[in-house]
Structures are given as structure tokens and as C-alpha cells.
């Protein structure tokens, strides 16, 4: 079963907006990551939090996490057409395990 | 640095038939991960090697998927009798230490027929 669920399932935005991407998740964990996937590249990580942090940036990415709610969400600034992509939460699921949710279709339009 | 090295990209096979996935993980990684990814669903953890014991196959159809990773290095799976709803992707990723950054392979995209 997904661990992980992202919300919206698909999200399309203008070049140069901000997309955010939310992911729910079932059990405790120690951290949890974002990934993106395209054809060109595969799947390909971003970023991690742990689960002592609450939020982080890199680059034009910003990613919160509220444990308590057992959630995450993904900001991605000043979108450019090269950010579409499916983006996919994934936790350790409390243990060593890397489990995805169902991810978000992005599409940037230029 | 060489990334996670899998073959073959493309594998049509008839349904009944047998197929086997190779992966080379990036080297001293000692997790390696294989996953089925459906059509516009995201990645299913098949089974998790820790060097060459397996930590969860618990999402393994074991009475027709098969894995190994020899040596604590490459890995195979393989897939014997095949179903039509074996059609997918399947990816090998590697990591330093379980549970954190994973490196995926370009994958294999299976269409059993």
C-alpha cells in the first residue's frame, strides 16, 4: 500500500507562478522526501526533511512538514516550463523503507 | 560518477513467458531497491536488499516474482509465469544508508501481451 498521498492528483499553473503540492502520510516517520520524475530524466530526488525539522529550502524549492498532521507540502517559486513533472512524496515509513505516494502532475505552461 | 546502470530498457513478452530485469547499483551503495511503477501511479516497493539480505519483500507476488542480488552488488528480478498486469515500469535504485537519498536507474518498461 502508497504511504504517502499527494493532493492535488494534477495541477497546472503559468510560467513564473508558484506551484504547491501537498502530501499526507500514514505512519510515523524520520524523514520524508520529494522526488520528481519525468521522461527525459527519471525519477530523481530534491530534497529531504527530517522529522526535527519544519521547514526547508533549496534553491527555488521550499518544503514544510507538520508531523503532528502527518504532512508535507512542496513550494516550488517562480515555476519555469522545465519544472513539469510528476512529483512524488516519499517517507521511510518509520524504518529504513523508501515507500511513494501517488504523486502530482505538474504542467507549466509558457 | 556512474549512476544506477539497468537492462534492458524495453522488453515485450507474451503472457505465460518469463523475463529477468538486471540492475547495477552505484558502487558502495548497500541498499538497492526494486519497484513497480503502473501507468500514472507512483513507484510500489517490490523488495529492499541491505547488501545481499532482503529487508521487505512484503509487496513481492512470490509465487511469480523472484529477486536476488549476489556478491551484495548487481540484482536481478525476475518475473516467471508473466501476466497481463505485469505491464509497467520496473526501477532499481541504490542508496549510502537505507531510507534516505535514493539514485534511480532509467528503468524497464515491460508490455506483456
Known amino acids: 500500500s502508497q504511504q504517502g498521498e499527494e493532493d492535488p492528483q494534477a495541477l497546472s499553473i503559468q510560467e513564473g507562478e508558484n506551484a504547491t503540492m501537498n502530501c499526507s502520510y500514514k505512519?510515523?516517520?524520520?524523514?520524508l522526501q520529494w522526488y520528481r520524475q519525468n521522461s527525459g530524466r527519471g525519477l530523481v530526488h530534491l530534497i529531504l526533511i527530517r522529522s526535527n525539522e519544519r521547514e526547508k529550502h533549496s534553491g527555488r524549492l521550499r518544503v514544510t512538514l507538520d508531523t503532528s498532521k502527518k504532512s508535507s507540502s512542496l513550494l516550488i517559486t517562480a515555476s519555469r516550463a522545465a519544472d513539469t513533472a510528476s512529483y512524488f512524496c516519499?517517507?521511510?515509513?518509520?524504518?529504513?523503507?523508501?515507500?511513494f505516494g501517488a504523486g502530482t502532475i505538474l504542467r507549466v505552461k509558457s | 560518477e556512474a549512476g544506477v546502470a539497468q537492462s534492458p530498457r524495453y522488453k515485450i513478452i507474451e503472457k505465460r513467458q518469463s523475463v529477468a530485469f538486471w540492475c547495477n547499483p552505484i558502487s558502495g551503495h548497500a541498499t538497492l531497491y526494486w519497484y513497480q511503477q503502473i501507468l500514472g501511479q507512483g513507484p510500489k516497493l517490490l523488495i529492499q536488499f541491505q547488501n545481499n539480505g532482503v529487508v521487505d519483500d512484503s509487496q513481492l507476488p512470490k509465487d511469480r516474482f523472484s529477486a536476488e542480488r549476489l556478491k551484495g552488488v548487481d540484482s536481478t528480478l525476475k518475473i516467471q509465469p508473466a501476466k497481463l498486469e505485469d505491464s509497467a515500469v520496473y526501477l532499481c535504485?541504490?542508496?549510502?544508508?537505507?531510507?534516505?537519498?535514493?539514485?534511480f536507474g532509467q528503468g524497464t518498461r515491460l508490455t506483456v501481451v
Open positions: 505512519t510515523s516517520i524520520n524523514n
Open positions: 516519499a517517507t521511510d515509513a518509520g524504518g529504513n523503507k523508501l515507500v
Open positions: 535504485a541504490s542508496s549510502l544508508v537505507a531510507g534516505v537519498e535514493a539514485f
